[in-house]
Every structure is written in structure tokens, then in C-alpha cells.
């Protein structure tokens, strides 16, 4: 039997998926052969924490699949589950992945290495019995070098990892569980770069000229020395910019830094609007043939967070409008999938988002590869809690022997991308209101300007200024205003507030030498397509943090006005209010972007998924998406909601968010009720009328002339489905994904917007359905069936390509309505 740390005895497996590692020599397919997926064809095990008794052997039973693996959102919702439903209800668990394959001769003299992008958490590795180490952090990746177990030739090799997240709670939010990013085998020459072993910097940067200064770590495995030449050439797409070369001698078995400077003429920059990225190709060549080539993507910008203006980015002030987000991916649980992240980060532009903060961890690389060619900017965060801990087994319990080495990581592995502009240590540390937490974070400061010294460092403290919110204009001088540690330390180089919204004007007063930055706000409830009768109060769901929850709506719904708030937080138009008013608040990060699995405040079971999202789980906007769109974008807004299906004579609010117009008229059936305009710091219109059934009609007006118009229609009796896919053509290869909208429509072609009916999914073709949802935060159907119950007229169903070309058919049909199908073409 397989134990942990049991390097004597591995147990007899059966050979699954055996694959072949090449080698290649030409020139040109260096880059492709460095680095290559190991994704496919695992063999996992999931234990029976009593029959398994943490072992594995012969009569372990496996199946077959492909990394990202998120175990956790394959189970059933758990009202027992000892994540409880701040972990969103699903049970961890200790799992066992195995994977057989075979290295081709040729490789046996060089370096085979497996790179892991994030295992959840506890991770063990062995390949060939040899025990590689350990890993507790799910969120950071890591890299082994297999070469001196490896087998060579026709003999199997294999690999076992080992993933033990059954100690719960470890998260105030869901996890996931297992083999949750990507892996990869990179195979180098003996002399090569290093592992995250580039540092690109553009230390001055002017219209006509930027500095570019390269860092490069090389690494020599082999028992001699060696003389190499550093070529590092700078590409825009494919052509090349400028070179730099270096000649260098090389101890045994030793490691060597060296620094190169490059000058870029006339330089495209990097933006949130136009995100231009360079390459920076960095090659070994010995005896002059080139053995080692290295990629580094990086972009080239100028930036500063000023005391009075914000953030200036190219000499240009920018309001960093952010959002939060958790690393789940919604129906596809913690598994990564590019494209998934794409459409969020797709759907969050289209609002007018152009700030991510990866809330609380790492994120995937993919993110932040996306982040740099979409133009966001990224605060990019290590750690949720330092050395006391939030749940009973979270990272605390790791922080002594792990934390530096995890900072360290992320900051090699994320220091060149161009969309990382700040650094955040720490969010909401317990130990920030003493003497303790200070510490701590002169130490992680040292660290992070150890490795970079580019990027403002920050953490998200509540607040810094802990005063009471009823005489806001007290400084710290005064006698009731408590200190926060850190903040008031002078660590940190950015001030940033979780919350606190009341206390942001006087910030230059706090603190006059530290610029400002909003790390969370909001904190806003809101479940989608859901009404209460009256939209004009606000209401604290709880009334405290700590006190329990005991009000609410029938089915733990939330109102969709923007009325109802967190009781640390504000509505959404609050916060913003006081953000776009001065210019020296340099921005804001909303909680959250997304609804995400876990953490369903204000209530507990039977809700699993969060309300905080501006968008739903499944990715359908909420209503105040559009606020916020009005407000952010360029884009001509008029929305009105809600919809126009109730009781005859009920009174109904009417919301409308507008911009690029001095006025909105609404007419019901063809007769006007009002023209409203908004007023001083107002973000929104509001009619009161009693409801009759028939069609809502909106006209914004500037000038006495017609922007736009928008019609809401009382719909009948839900007739139909209609699918619409968000890409039709997907690439065959066994990743892409096609996420497919379902409407539950009546006769005429309306939304019904109270149809919560049932709908099966099948699918023809090389493809598989791999999540479902309908945005439900109390649904406690599988994201993994092929059916599922509509919230309020929509569900959402997500097809994943496979190997081969062709067409996929998706059927979906409920009882009573007329089935729809979609084709989505694979290539």
C-alpha cells in the first residue's frame, strides 16, 4: 500500500494513457518543445475516507480524465459538509491522481521538469516511487525536476500526486479540490533559463525612447562550467525591435544573474484601452548553436499613484474602476479554463471594468496572460490570512514554514506581466490592529522590494481608519479614532480601504503623505430578476457582522434594486458617488464582480453561492451592471427594469439608468406617466405607478431629440426555449468552451421572467455539456447534470469541444414548452 511519505512501498497500478515526450533540436521548435501540456489522460481516485484509510493499491478503482480537476463541485451540497456553507456546501476530501508516460531517449541528457500552476491543497508528489515533496498552498505553482528518476526509451514512467484538502474548514469561500490548474513538462538543456527566471523592467519611459532592463537567471546542471553567449531580442508581434548581447562563463552546477539594457524607439504603450505587449526572446547559444530559448511577454507603460491626482498611467489620469474576484469559475467549480475566465473578464469590459483584484490569492497565470492582452489593472494578492488564522485549518497553520517561500514564487512568477500594478500582502489580517501584524509586514515589504521594486505595496485593511462613521471628520489626533497598525506604520506605500466609504474624503487629512486606493467596496446583495414591493429603502442584511441573520424574503432572495447592502458596505451607487467625485481616490475595487460559490451572505443554508456579484453565477448581468456601465463606459445606456409581470393594480417602481441624455420619458401603453431627470450626484430615475399588463416604454431624450428607446412587454403563458451560443465556432480541442444562453420565452418571443421550469440538455457530437446553471444562489442541482431548474426565465449551459472537427448539436426541452437546438461548430 502507498502511504504518505512512503518512499520504500508503491503500490502495483495499472498503465493508463501512456503518452510519449519527444525531443526536438531545430531551432525553431525550441519554444514549442520547451514547455508542453501534461493535461490529459490522468487516472484519478477519490477515497472513501473509511474503507481507503489514506492508501492506494491494486484494487484501487480509477477513472480517466483530463487536468483542471475540480473534484468538490462533482458532489452533492451538503448540509453537513464540514466546509459548511461559507465553502459553499461541497465536501473536500482526499484524492489520488496517477498518470503513466514515456521520455524519449534523446531527452536523457537534459533536464525533464513537471510544473504544476496550482494543486488544492496538500499536495504530494512521486514519480517512479522517488518522493519530489510537498506543496500545502493550492493557489501557487511549483516545479519538479523528474531527471534523475526518469526512464528513458520504451520504459513507462509514473507519476502519482497525492491531494488532501479533507481538513475542513480550510476557506471562508469554496476552494475546490485537486488538480485545479494547468501542468505542463518543460524540458531544457542542462544550461538554460531558469524557472520564472527573467525580470523585465522599464525603468524610464518617454514618447521618443524607453529603457528596457532584463534580468535573466541562468542555471547550469551540468558538472562543468561553461562559456555561453545571452542573446535577448525584442519582438513587436514578429518583428524585431532591438537585441542585446552577452557573453558569459558559467560555474558547475551554479547559477548566474546578468543584466542587459535595451532602448526601444518610439515605443507603443501599454494601456487599458490599446494593451500593446512586446516579447522579449531570450536565447543560450554554446559553441555557437543555440540550445535554449525563453519567451517573456512584458509591456511597457509609466505609472504612479499621486497624492492629489490618483493614478496616472502614461502621464494621463485613469479611475482605476475595479472589481474582486474569487478564482471559481461558477458551474465549472476551480477547474481553469481560458476561455471561461475570458468571458468573465469579457463581460466585466463590456460594464466598464478596467481593475481586477485576484481576491485573496495568487490567481491562475492565465488571468493575468489575459489581463495583459485585455488591459486591466490587476492588484495581485498573496495571502487571506498571516499567522492567525479565520478558519480552523486555513493557511495559518502553514504561514511558519511557507509563507516567504510563496510570496517569493508569486512574485517571480508574476512580476513581468504589464497589468500587475500593485502588490496587496494581506486582506483583512487579524493581526492589523497590533504590533504583531506590523511586523509581519515589514517582512513580507522586505521581501516584495526585494524582488520587485516597480509596484506600490498595499493590503486591504478594514479600515485604516477605524473611526465612528458618525463623526467622519475626526483625524487620528483625536481621541476616539483607533489606530490601524499598518496602516499607520508607514509599511505599506498604498493606503488601501476595505470599505469604510464614509471616511474616503478625508483621507489627505489621515494620512497626507500616502496615496489612496479603495481594495474593497461595496458589498452589495442582490439576487437576479428578484423585486421587493418598494425600492426607495435601504436595508442592512444582517444589521451587524456578527450577529446572525434572522429576516429576509421567502427562497433567501434578495431585492435586484440596489437597496440592500452588507452592513460593512454601501449600495452601489454610494460608494461610487464619493469615488468619482475626487480626484486624489484613486479608485475601487467592488465586491465582487461575480457571484461565486460559498460565502451566501446575508443568509446560510440552503444558500450555497454568494449575492455579492454584479453579475450572477451563470454570468447573467444584474440590473445595477448597468448603473454601472451608464457610468463607466462610452457605450449609450438606457435600461429599465424590472420586468412587467404582476398582480393588477400593484404599485411597482420603476428604476431607469441612463447616460448621454438630459431626460427619460416613460410611457405604459402608450401613455406617458412622467419624464424624469437626474439630479445633482443621482445615478438613476424612478417612476411609482400602479401596473397594468401591456408594454413599458422608455425614451431618453438630450436636446428635445431621441437618444435611445427601450420596451418592456408583459409576457404570457412561457411557450418556448431559444438558445443562443456566445461563439457558434470553437476550436476542437478538448478545452474550448461554448457557453449557451437559455431563454424561456412566450408565444410572441418575451422573456418570461418568472419561468422556472426544468430543462434537459442533450448533446450530439464530439463534445460533452460540462456545466449547467441557472444563477440561483439557493439551487442545489448539480453543476455537472445535463438538467436544470431556470431562475426567472434563464439558465445557461456550457459545451466543451473534443478532439475532432464538426458540428455539435444542443437540444434543450421542458415539459409544456416547444424544444430549441443550437449548432456549434468545432475546427
Same mark, same amino acid.
Given at each position: 500500500?502507498?502511504?504518505?511519505?512512503?518512499?520504500?512501498?508503491?503500490?502495483?497500478?495499472?498503465?493508463?494513457?501512456?503518452? @510519449?515526450?519527444?525531443?526536438?533540436?531545430?531551432?525553431?521548435?525550441?519554444?514549442?518543445?520547451?514547455?508542453?501540456?501534461?493535461?490529459?489522460?490522468?487516472?484519478?481516485?477519490?477515497?472513501?475516507?473509511?474503507?481507503?484509510?489514506?492508501?492506494?493499491?491494486?484494487?484501487?478503482?480509477?477513472?480517466?480524465?483530463?487536468?483542471?480537476?475540480?473534484?468538490?463541485?462533482?458532489?452533492?451540497?451538503?448540509?453537513?459538509?464540514?466546509?459548511?456553507?461559507?465553502?459553499?456546501?461541497?465536501?473536500?476530501? %482526499? *484524492?489520488?491522481?496517477?498518470?503513466?508516460?514515456?521520455?524519449?531517449?534523446?531527452?536523457?541528457?537534459?533536464?525533464?521538469?513537471?510544473?504544476?500552476?496550482?494543486?488544492?491543497?496538500?499536495?504530494?508528489?512521486?514519480?517512479?516511487? /522517488?518522493?519530489?515533496?510537498?506543496?500545502?498552498?493550492?493557489?501557487?505553482?511549483?516545479? &519538479?525536476?523528474?531527471?534523475?528518476?526518469?526512464?528513458?526509451?520504451?520504459?513507462?514512467?509514473?507519476?502519482?500526486?497525492?491531494?488532501?484538502?479533507?481538513?475542513?474548514?480550510?476557506?471562508?469561500?469554496?476552494?475546490?479540490? *485537486?488538480?485545479?490548474?494547468?501542468?505542463?513538462?518543460?524540458?531544457?538543456?542542462? %544550461?538554460?533559463?531558469?524557472?520564472?527566471?527573467?525580470?523585465?523592467?522599464?525603468?524610464?519611459?518617454?514618447?521618443?525612447?524607453?529603457?528596457?532592463?532584463?534580468?535573466?537567471?541562468?542555471?547550469?546542471?551540468?558538472?562543468?562550467?561553461?562559456?555561453?553567449?545571452?542573446?535577448?531580442?525584442?519582438?513587436?508581434?514578429?518583428?524585431?525591435?532591438?537585441?542585446?548581447?552577452? +557573453?558569459?562563463?558559467?560555474?558547475?552546477?551554479?547559477?548566474?544573474?546578468?543584466?542587459?539594457?535595451?532602448?526601444?524607439?518610439?515605443?507603443? @504603450?501599454?494601456?487599458?484601452?490599446?494593451?500593446? %505587449?512586446?516579447?522579449?526572446?531570450?536565447?543560450?547559444?554554446?559553441?555557437?548553436?543555440?540550445?535554449?530559448?525563453?519567451?517573456?511577454?512584458?509591456?511597457?507603460?509609466?505609472?504612479?499613484?499621486?497624492?492629489?491626482?490618483?493614478?496616472?498611467?502614461? *502621464?494621463?489620469?485613469?479611475?482605476?474602476?475595479?472589481?474582486?474576484?474569487?478564482?471559481? !469559475?461558477?458551474?465549472?467549480?476551480?477547474?481553469?479554463?481560458?476561455?471561461?475566465?475570458?468571458?468573465?473578464?469579457?463581460?466585466?469590459?463590456?460594464?466598464?471594468?478596467?481593475?481586477?483584484?485576484?481576491? $485573496?490569492?495568487?490567481?491562475?497565470?492565465?488571468? !493575468?496572460?489575459?489581463?495583459?492582452?485585455?488591459?486591466?489593472?490587476?492588484?495581485?494578492?498573496?495571502?487571506?490570512?498571516?499567522?492567525?488564522?479565520?478558519?480552523?485549518?486555513?493557511?495559518?497553520?502553514?504561514? +511558519?514554514?511557507? /509563507?516567504?517561500?510563496?510570496?517569493?514564487?508569486?512574485? %517571480?512568477? +508574476?512580476?513581468? $506581466?504589464?497589468?500587475?500594478?500593485?502588490?496587496?500582502?494581506?486582506?483583512?489580517?487579524?493581526?492589523?490592529?497590533?504590533?504583531?501584524?506590523?511586523?509581519?509586514?515589514?517582512?513580507?515589504?522586505?521581501?516584495?522590494?526585494?524582488?520587485?521594486?516597480?509596484?506600490?505595496?498595499?493590503?486591504?485593511?478594514?479600515?485604516?481608519?477605524?473611526?465612528?462613521?458618525?463623526?467622519?471628520?475626526?483625524?487620528?489626533?483625536?481621541?476616539?479614532?483607533?489606530?490601524?497598525?499598518?496602516?499607520?506604520?508607514?509599511?505599506?506605500?498604498?493606503?488601501?480601504?476595505?470599505?469604510? /466609504?464614509?471616511?474616503?474624503?478625508? $483621507?489627505?487629512?489621515?494620512?497626507?503623505?500616502?496615496?489612496?486606493?479603495?481594495?474593497?467596496?461595496?458589498?452589495?446583495?442582490?439576487?437576479?430578476?428578484?423585486?421587493?414591493?418598494?425600492?426607495?429603502?435601504?436595508?442592512?442584511?444582517?444589521?451587524?457582522?456578527?450577529?446572525?441573520?434572522?429576516?429576509?424574503?421567502?427562497?433567501?432572495?434578495?431585492?435586484? &434594486?440596489?437597496?440592500?447592502?452588507?452592513?460593512?458596505?454601501?449600495?452601489?451607487?454610494?460608494?461610487?458617488?464619493?469615488?468619482?467625485?475626487?480626484?486624489?481616490?484613486?479608485?475601487?475595487?467592488?465586491?465582487? *464582480?461575480?457571484?461565486?460559490? =460559498?460565502?451566501?451572505?446575508?443568509?446560510?443554508?440552503?444558500?450555497?453561492?454568494?449575492?455579492?456579484?454584479?453579475?450572477?453565477?451563470?454570468?447573467?448581468?444584474?440590473?445595477?451592471?448597468?448603473? &454601472?456601465?451608464?457610468?463607466?463606459?462610452?457605450?449609450?445606456?438606457? /435600461?429599465?427594469?424590472?420586468?412587467?409581470?404582476?398582480?393588477?393594480?400593484?404599485?411597482? +417602481?420603476?428604476?431607469? &439608468?441612463?447616460?448621454?441624455?438630459?431626460?427619460?420619458?416613460?410611457?405604459?401603453?402608450?401613455?406617458?406617466?412622467?419624464?424624469?431627470?437626474?439630479?445633482?450626484?443621482?445615478?438613476?430615475?424612478?417612476?411609482?405607478?400602479?401596473?397594468?399588463?401591456?408594454?413599458?416604454?422608455?425614451?431618453?431624450?438630450?436636446?428635445?431629440?431621441?437618444?435611445?428607446?427601450?420596451?418592456?412587454?408583459?409576457?404570457?403563458?412561457?411557450?418556448?426555449?431559444?438558445?443562443?451560443?456566445?461563439?457558434?465556432?470553437?476550436?476542437?480541442?478538448?478545452?474550448?468552451?461554448?457557453?449557451?444562453?437559455?431563454?424561456?420565452?412566450?408565444?410572441?418571443?418575451?422573456?418570461?421572467?418568472?419561468?422556472?421550469?426544468?430543462?434537459?440538455?442533450?448533446?450530439? =457530437?464530439?463534445?460533452?455539456?460540462?456545466?449547467?446553471?441557472?444563477?440561483?444562489?439557493?439551487?442545489?442541482?448539480?453543476?455537472?447534470?445535463?438538467?436544470?431548474?431556470?431562475?426567472?426565465?434563464?439558465?445557461?449551459?456550457?459545451?466543451?469541444?473534443?478532439?475532432?472537427?464538426?458540428?455539435?448539436?444542443?437540444?434543450?426541452?421542458?415539459?409544456?414548452?416547444?424544444?430549441?437546438?443550437?449548432?456549434?461548430?468545432?475546427?
Amino acid at each position: 500500500m502507498h502511504k504518505r511519505n512512503n518512499l520504500s512501498l508503491l503500490p502495483l497500478l495499472i498503465f493508463v494513457g501512456t503518452i @510519449l515526450l519527444g525531443s526536438c533540436s531545430k531551432k525553431e521548435d525550441l519554444f514549442k518543445n520547451r514547455k508542453v501540456s501534461f493535461n490529459a489522460n490522468w487516472s484519478f481516485h477519490l477515497n472513501d475516507s473509511i474503507a481507503d484509510k489514506d492508501t492506494i493499491g491494486t484494487s484501487t478503482r480509477w477513472r480517466t480524465l483530463n487536468v483542471p480537476h475540480d473534484w468538490g463541485v462533482e458532489g452533492k451540497f451538503d448540509e453537513k459538509s464540514p466546509a459548511g456553507y461559507g465553502g459553499g456546501s461541497l465536501n473536500g476530501g %482526499l *484524492g489520488w491522481y496517477k498518470k503513466t508516460f514515456k521520455v524519449a531517449a534523446e531527452d536523457s541528457t537534459k533536464i525533464t521538469s513537471i510544473t504544476f500552476d496550482g494543486v488544492y491543497k496538500n499536495s504530494e508528489v512521486w514519480i517512479n516511487g /522517488h518522493y519530489l515533496g510537498k506543496r500545502p498552498n493550492g493557489y501557487i505553482g511549483f516545479q &519538479y525536476d523528474m531527471s534523475p528518476y526518469l526512464n528513458y526509451g520504451d520504459k513507462n514512467n509514473e507519476i502519482i500526486v497525492k491531494v488532501d484538502n479533507s481538513k475542513q474548514p480550510n476557506s471562508r469561500w469554496y476552494s475546490g479540490s *485537486g488538480i485545479f490548474r494547468n501542468v505542463w513538462i518543460e524540458t531544457t538543456a542542462k %544550461l538554460h533559463v531558469a524557472h520564472w527566471g527573467t525580470y523585465v523592467t522599464t525603468p524610464k519611459v518617454t514618447a521618443e525612447k524607453a529603457s528596457v532592463a532584463i534580468e535573466t537567471t541562468i542555471q547550469n546542471q551540468s558538472s562543468e562550467s561553461k562559456k555561453a553567449t545571452i542573446i535577448t531580442t525584442i519582438f513587436k508581434e514578429d518583428t524585431k525591435v532591438t537585441s542585446v548581447t552577452q +557573453d558569459i562563463t558559467i560555474a558547475a552546477d551554479g547559477k548566474q544573474t546578468i543584466k542587459q539594457e535595451a532602448q526601444v524607439e518610439t515605443p507603443i @504603450l501599454w494601456s487599458v484601452e490599446k494593451p500593446e %505587449l512586446y516579447t522579449a526572446v531570450t536565447e543560450i547559444s554554446l559553441d555557437d548553436k543555440i540550445i535554449d530559448q525563453y519567451k517573456t511577454n512584458f509591456g511597457i507603460r509609466d505609472f504612479k499613484f499621486d497624492l492629489d491626482k490618483g493614478f496616472i498611467l502614461n *502621464g494621463k489620469q485613469l479611475k482605476i474602476k475595479g472589481v474582486c474576484l474569487h478564482h471559481d !469559475l461558477g458551474p465549472l467549480g476551480s477547474a481553469i479554463n481560458t476561455r471561461a475566465i475570458e468571458r468573465q473578464l469579457e463581460i466585466m469590459k463590456g460594464m466598464g471594468v478596467n481593475g481586477i483584484r485576484t481576491s $485573496h490569492n495568487p490567481p491562475a497565470p492565465e488571468l !493575468l496572460e489575459l489581463c495583459d492582452k485585455m488591459g486591466f489593472i490587476v492588484m495581485d494578492e498573496a495571502f487571506d490570512m498571516w499567522k492567525q488564522s479565520k478558519t480552523k485549518y486555513d493557511y495559518a497553520t502553514d504561514w +511558519d514554514k511557507w /509563507h516567504k517561500t510563496d510570496l517569493i514564487d508569486q512574485l %517571480l512568477r +508574476d512580476r513581468n $506581466h504589464p497589468s500587475v500594478f500593485i502588490w496587496s500582502i494581506g486582506n483583512e489580517i487579524p493581526e492589523q490592529w497590533n504590533e504583531t501584524g506590523v511586523e509581519i509586514a515589514k517582512e513580507l515589504a522586505a521581501i516584495t522590494r526585494h524582488y520587485d521594486k516597480t509596484r506600490p505595496l498595499t493590503a486591504g485593511m478594514n479600515p485604516p481608519v477605524n473611526m465612528n462613521i458618525d463623526e467622519v471628520t475626526l483625524q487620528f489626533e483625536k481621541k476616539n479614532v483607533q489606530f490601524n497598525a499598518i496602516a499607520a506604520s508607514g509599511v505599506l506605500d498604498l493606503i488601501g480601504y476595505n470599505y469604510a /466609504h464614509q471616511t474616503y474624503e478625508h $483621507h489627505k487629512k489621515n494620512f497626507p503623505d500616502k496615496p489612496f486606493i479603495a481594495t474593497e467596496t461595496t458589498s452589495g446583495l442582490q439576487t437576479r430578476g428578484y423585486y421587493d414591493a418598494v425600492s426607495d429603502t435601504i436595508k442592512k442584511w444582517p444589521v451587524r457582522w456578527d450577529l446572525k441573520f434572522t429576516g429576509g424574503n421567502p427562497g433567501n432572495t434578495v431585492s435586484a &434594486y440596489d437597496q440592500v447592502q452588507a452592513p460593512w458596505g454601501s449600495t452601489h451607487e454610494a460608494t461610487w458617488k464619493v469615488i468619482k467625485k475626487h480626484d486624489f481616490l484613486s479608485g475601487m475595487y467592488i465586491w465582487t *464582480g461575480f457571484d461565486y460559490i =460559498g460565502e451566501p451572505t446575508p443568509y446560510e443554508w440552503p444558500s450555497v453561492s454568494s449575492y455579492f456579484g454584479i453579475v450572477d453565477i451563470a454570468g447573467f448581468p444584474k440590473d445595477v451592471y448597468y448603473m &454601472y456601465q451608464s457610468e463607466w463606459t462610452d457605450k449609450t445606456v438606457l /435600461h429599465i427594469f424590472p420586468h412587467w409581470n404582476w398582480k393588477a393594480g400593484q404599485t411597482v +417602481d420603476v428604476w431607469a &439608468y441612463y447616460n448621454n441624455a438630459d431626460e427619460v420619458e416613460l410611457f405604459l401603453n402608450g401613455k406617458s406617466v412622467g419624464v424624469r431627470s437626474k439630479k445633482g450626484e443621482d445615478l438613476h430615475v424612478m417612476w411609482r405607478i400602479p401596473f397594468q399588463p401591456g408594454t413599458l416604454k422608455a425614451v431618453s431624450r438630450k436636446n428635445g431629440k431621441t437618444v435611445l428607446e427601450t420596451e418592456i412587454k408583459t409576457a404570457e403563458n412561457p411557450s418556448q426555449l431559444k438558445l443562443t451560443a456566445d461563439r457558434s465556432t470553437i476550436k476542437a480541442d478538448e478545452n474550448d468552451l461554448s457557453f449557451v444562453t437559455v431563454d424561456i420565452l412566450d408565444e410572441k418571443g418575451t422573456l418570461a421572467p418568472n419561468a422556472n421550469n426544468e430543462i434537459s440538455f442533450s448533446l450530439k =457530437g464530439n463534445g460533452k455539456i460540462v456545466g449547467v446553471s441557472s444563477g440561483d444562489p439557493v439551487s442545489h442541482e448539480s453543476f455537472k447534470g445535463t438538467k436544470h431548474t431556470a431562475l426567472n426565465g434563464k439558465c445557461l449551459v456550457i459545451v466543451q469541444s473534443g478532439k475532432q472537427s464538426g458540428r455539435l448539436e444542443l437540444t434543450a426541452k421542458a415539459n409544456g414548452l416547444k424544444p430549441s437546438t443550437i449548432v456549434i461548430t468545432t475546427e
